[in-house]
T-cell receptor
Framework: AQSVTQPDIHITVSEGASLELRCNYS??????LFWYVQSPGQGLQLLLK??????LVQGIKGFEAEFKRSQSSFNLRKPSVHWSDAAEYFC?????????FGTGTSLTVIP | DTEVTQTPKHLVMGMTNKKSLKCEQH?????MYWYKQKAKKPPELMFV???????INESVPSRFSPECPNSSLLNLHLHALQPEDSALYLC????????????FGQGTRLTVV
């Protein structure tokens, strides 16, 4: 069965520091992977997606993610975090029309 | 237009009330979804409509009744809800072909009193 694991429930980083959020997936075939961000009380905004091709994908707001099949991972990175990046981040995999979300990582940014 | 619009943004209802949540998209998407999200949790899938037909119902209680009047609109009718149904209800849409991204609305914050 398909599943997504986000090992870190909560991460705190200083503004300007680099960021890496971890995501591991379990999927039998080539996965279609996403990172979404959610600010408090808001909907989910798509940051980036991986379908095939180049394993390093660029997204909005300066985020990137790298697909590593050998590690079943799709980690999200940003070289320099801004205070406005504080939010909840969800990794997801889709099969057909069904999305499987990870449990989320809450990001706190300290000045 | 890449938006999914949900109304109302906030809703407070009593346990005997009947209300409806509305969702609209004009991206030509043929799959539409309802999700329920509790605080600090991921969205939980409730229903999927594909080409205006209900294709997935995740064992949701009958006090939640979805409706897809046309390819742009999705409703969620609510009746006799319980306080534990208080949550953020998210609508999403996707093109309808397999394995594509979903676009989410801003959600309706529902409080049942």
């Amino acid at each position: 069965a398909q599943s997504v694991t986000q090992p870190d429930i909560h991460i705190t980083v200083s503004e300007g520091a680099s960021l890496e959020l971890r995501c591991n997936y379990s999927y039998g075939a080539t996965p279609y992977l996403f990172w979404y961000v959610q600010s408090p009380g808001q909907g989910l905004q798509l940051l980036l997606k991986y379908f095939s091709g180049d394993t390093l994908v660029q997204g909005i707001k300066g985020f990137e993610a790298e697909f590593k099949r050998s590690q079943s991972s799709f980690n999200l990175r940003k070289p320099s975090v801004h205070w406005s990046d504080a939010a909840e981040y969800f990794c997801a995999v889709v099969t057909g029309n069904q999305f499987y979300f990870g449990t989320g990582t809450s990001l706190t940014v300290i000045p | 237009d890449t938006e999914v619009t949900q109304t109302p943004k906030h809703l407070v209802m009593g346990m005997t009330n009947k209300k409806s949540l509305k969702c609209e998209q004009h991206m030509g998407h043929r799959a539409m979804y309802w999700y329920k999200q509790k605080a600090k949790k991921p969205p939980e899938l409730m229903f999927v409509y594909s080409y205006e037909k209900l294709s997935i119902n995740e064992s949701v209680p009958s006090r939640f009744s979805p409706e897809c009047p046309n390819s742009s609109l999705l409703n969620l009718h609510l009746h006799a809800l319980q306080p534990e149904d208080s949550a953020l209800y998210l609508c999403a849409s996707s093109p309808g072909t397999r394995d594509t991204e979903a676009f989410f609305g801003q959600g309706t914050r529902l409080t049942v009193v």
